[in-house]
């Protein structure tokens, strides 16, 4: 699987959308983008994933570019509760399971 | 559905001591994995399972085993517990779907004295 590359911390003002990059410049083609977020003491949550087209959900929006190397995950207003560590992962689905390789993360704080 | 649980949420060993952590699913999911992360770092993976009767190992299996007699339950086995085996411990379990997503349990937090 591919290796992720974010910033280690981020601040963002409640109510602003929170812009979170990832690079992945070895992804493969077949390989999705996963993003999941944990909240402090709490177990990892997913986020949103895609491959290559642009995904929006209620927690969040997926933007990848086109040569597919880098995303950002966008939290269109983020509040106080959205401060977490986040998790940038790419995958590919093989028939030996659905293991996650998490990285570092994006420590998120979120301030008022 | 309650989703994933684990017991217990926390628990203090003496090194040498071995202890399992329950992991139980209710949401008939094949795949269950367990992690490990340590303080400020990112989550390891010690086993996983795709199905009942079928076990692998993942990036840090050493010190753990693992059995899964049954769909919904994925126990972890710690048979001489280290210092370096401190830690707090994720089960999580997803579908057999193309592109599937995994639930987190709470989480079990073990300290090794």
């Known amino acids: 699987d591919a290796k992720t590359t974010q910033p280690p911390s981020m601040d963002c003002a409640e109510g602003r959308a929170a812009n979170l990059p990832c690079n992945h410049s070895t992804i493969s083609g077949n390989e999705y983008v996963y993003w999941y977020r944990q909240i402090h003491s709490q177990g990892p949550q997913y986020i949103i994933h895609?491959?290559?087209n642009n995904e929006t959900n209620e927690m969040a929006s997926l933007i990848i570019t086109e040569d597919r190397k880098s995303s950002t995950l966008i939290l269109p207003h983020a509040t106080l509760r959205d401060t977490a560590v986040y998790y940038c992962i790419v995958r590919v689905e093989n028939n030996q399971g659905g293991k996650l390789i998490f990285g570092q993360g994006t420590e998120l704080s979120v301030k008022p | 559905n309650a989703g994933v649980t684990q017991t217990p949420k926390f628990r203090i060993l003496k090194i040498g001591q071995s202890m399992t952590l329950q992991c139980t699913q209710d949401?008939?999911?094949?795949?269950m994995y367990w992690y490990r992360q340590d303080p400020g770092m990112g989550l390891k993976l010690i086993y996983y399972?795709?199905?009942?009767?079928?076990?692998d190992k993942g990036e840090v299996p050493n010190g753990y085993n693992v059995s899964r007699s049954t769909t919904e339950d994925f126990p972890l086995r710690l048979e001489l517990a280290a210092p370096s085996q401190t830690s707090v411990y994720f089960c999580?379990?997803?579908?057999?779907?193309?592109?599937?997503?995994?639930?987190f349990g709470p989480g079990t937090r073990l300290l090794v004295l």
């Open positions: 399972s795709v199905g009942a009767g079928i076990t």
């Open positions: 949401m008939n999911h094949n795949y």
């Open positions: 999580a379990s997803s579908s057999v779907n193309r592109v599937e997503t995994q639930y």
């Open positions: 895609g491959l290559k």
